[in-house]
């Protein structure tokens, strides 16, 4: 009876497993059959045959990147691109609810590519960090960059298999060449001000006026002495006149009584001799 009872648990055991991982293999491709936008990585992961390993876990969560954000690396080799989407499947369970719930913190999250026993330097492992409310994902190797951002859940069968978009594709050192976010675009340019605005901008205030002929009008520093220039004599005045005009008369008057007395003189013998006679 127990022999009994031990092979019916070992056979329902099995046969759990058995389809759990076939459900798991089937839901990754049928998840992405549903959204047409990410059908690159679907086509991808049949390419590389990953359904097969992935179909050996009962817990993976596949960090899944648009046909518009993969682009960068359909071109690489079958092996680079084989080493590269190895790194996008955890092997733990991550859905919206658990990364809401994560703590401002970085983990180390294990990928599939560490199974192959390649990995070196952490170049297996994910650095998944939680900052202002976000996640960022990167390469667990020392020094990189958290190169892709957490966009929102696709899929999920709790415990067992979820899907998540992540914002581009993560390159770990040592698989293929790194890539990066493209830099932010730039600032645009302020708007030129429209004519009746122009016009209707107030003039510059006195102070304005007089800080600007301070700032753009060179200051020249005034010479201590002036130069000399010859200037006309000063035109008399009426009072000029006047003293001039009184000198003269008194001059002539003077002349005129010296002259007289002098006749006078001369006259006073010639009186006295007719008044002999």
Do not use: W
């Not at 990364?99 to 990928?111: A, Q, V, W, Y």
């Amino acid at each position: 009876m127990g022999l009994n009872a031990s092979l019916c648990l070992f056979s329902l055991t099995f046969l759990l497993v058995f389809f759990s991982t076939a459900i798991t293999a089937d839901n990754i491709t049928q998840a992405f059959e549903k959204y047409s936008n990410f059908s690159t990585m679907n086509d991808l992961l049949i390419k590389t045959k990953l359904t097969i390993p992935i179909s050996k876990y009962l817990t993976i969560t596949l960090l899944a990147v648009s046909n518009e954000a993969i682009t960068p690396i359909i071109n690489r080799s079958d092996v680079e691109l084989k080493n590269i989407l190895m790194n996008h499947v955890i092997l733990d369970y991550y859905d919206e609810m658990k990364f809401n719930g994560m703590k401002e913190k970085s983990i180390m999250l294990t990928t599939l590519y560490q199974t192959t026993g390649l990995g070196e330097e952490m170049n297996g492992f994910l650095n998944c960090t939680k900052s202002k409310g976000r996640v960022y994902f990167g390469s667990g190797v020392k020094g990189s960059p958290l190169v892709a951002e957490y966009v929102k859940a696709l899929y999920h069968n709790p415990y067992n298999m979820s899907i998540v978009q992540i914002s581009m594709p993560i390159v770990a050192p040592g698989l293929s060449l790194a890539i990066f976010p493209p830099p932010p675009p730039p600032a645009p340019p302020a708007p030129a001000p429209s004519p009746m605005n122009a016009a209707k901008a107030p003039g510059p205030g006195p102070a304005d006026e007089d800080n600007a002929s301070d700032t753009d009008v060179p200051k020249h520093t005034p010479t201590t002495e002036t130069a000399e220039v010859d200037s006309p004599a000063p035109t008399p005045s009426a009072d000029n006149e006047k003293i001039e005009a009184a000198d003269n008369a008194g001059t002539s008057s003077f002349a005129c009584k010296a002259g007289l007395s002098f006749d006078v003189v001369l006259l006073l013998p010639l009186f006295a001799s007719f008044a002999g006679l």
